[in-house]
């Protein structure tokens, strides 16, 4: 299955975000979108989700527009997990993942040992089976995130789309998720779009970085070929040296501030005016 927007305009009412955007998914491979904040990073994932609708342009699924397909045929092809999920107080892992069934129901198919099936399976691959009788409020946040997941390979599709799957996680649980979004890429062919915050773990563990600056893309490809001091400059006024990851062989972003900096780097950097 192949995504894509093609010259997509997106905002909120008479404020415009996203303008004249067009970006293909490449099928199979983990994408992430990295940017300032306000770039326009969640407003794109939702208009790939069909939860925003353009203001000009199309969204295109296997290259059909998408806003002319049904909810329920998206659901079945494309999981969204937003960035704050909120489920109902109470409520079970094993009920929470059993909601991605709900777009293979109808009157005519009704909950069945396939689906009973697809569940068991979800939340085997995450790790989780041993948690399904508790309640979310009980789990820690990685668990809360990998039960949410659960519930987006429930849905059975193959394309899965991430908002910040590691938002108020601390690094330890941000790894165990992502290494868990990386297997299930890698066991089960599924096309994975995130937007990540975190520059060093986005170029870890993605593909292909999308690079968004004020509402348009400025630089797509591989980590290594698109990361340089020069484009973190640019586009996130950031002043930073690009080294070799020692555990990865991928770049690494080392931040460089005004103060505990080497007298190597320092010499060159201009004087606090405030401070």
């Known amino acids: 299955m192949t995504l894509a927007a093609e010259n997509i305009t997106l905002g909120y009412g008479d404020r415009v975000i996203v303008d004249g955007l067009s970006v293909d998914i490449e099928p199979g491979l ?36 998408i806003s002319t397909m049904k909810t ?47 569940v068991a399976a979800a939340l085997e691959q995450t790790g989780i089976a041993d948690l399904a009788g ?6 820690s946040g990685g668990q809360r995130q990998r039960a949410w997941i659960s519930m987006a390979l429930a849905q ?19 790894l165990e998720v992502l290494d868990l ?30 690079v968004m ?18 484009l973190l400059r640019e586009v996130f006024g950031l002043r930073a040296e690009v080294l070799e990851d020692p555990v990865s062989g991928r770049p690494m972003i080392v931040p460089i501030g005004s103060r505990h900096v080497h007298e190597s780097l320092a010499t060159d950097m201009p004087v606090d005016a405030g401070v």
């Open 181 to 210: 979004v990386d297997r299930l890429h890698d066991d089960l062919g599924r096309t994975v779009v995130m937007v990540l915050h975190d520059l060093n773990l986005a170029i870890r563990y993605s593909d292909r970085l999308v």
């Open 30 to 65: 983990i994408t992430t979108v990295i940017g300032p904040n306000g770039c326009g990073k969640s407003t794109l994932l939702r208009s790939l989700g069909r939860l925003l609708r353009p203001k000009s342009g199309r969204v295109l699924l296997d290259g059909k527009a």
């Open 134 to 139: 508790r309640t979310l409020d009980e789990l």
């Open 156 to 174: 059975g599709t193959d394309i899965l789309l991430l908002d910040e799957p590691t938002t108020y996680l601390d690094l330890a649980h941000s």
């Open 213 to 230: 600056h004020a509402g348009r893309i400025v630089a797509q490809g591989r980590p290594a070929d698109i990361i340089d001091a020069e």
């Open 72 to 118: 329920k045929d998206i659901a079945r092809i494309v999981g969204m997990l937003p960035q704050t999920p909120v489920a109902p107080e109470g409520l079970t892992v094993a009920d929470l993942v059993a909601r991605g069934r709900h777009p293979h129901q109808s009157w005519l198919r009704q909950w069945s040992a396939d689906d009973e099936t697809e």
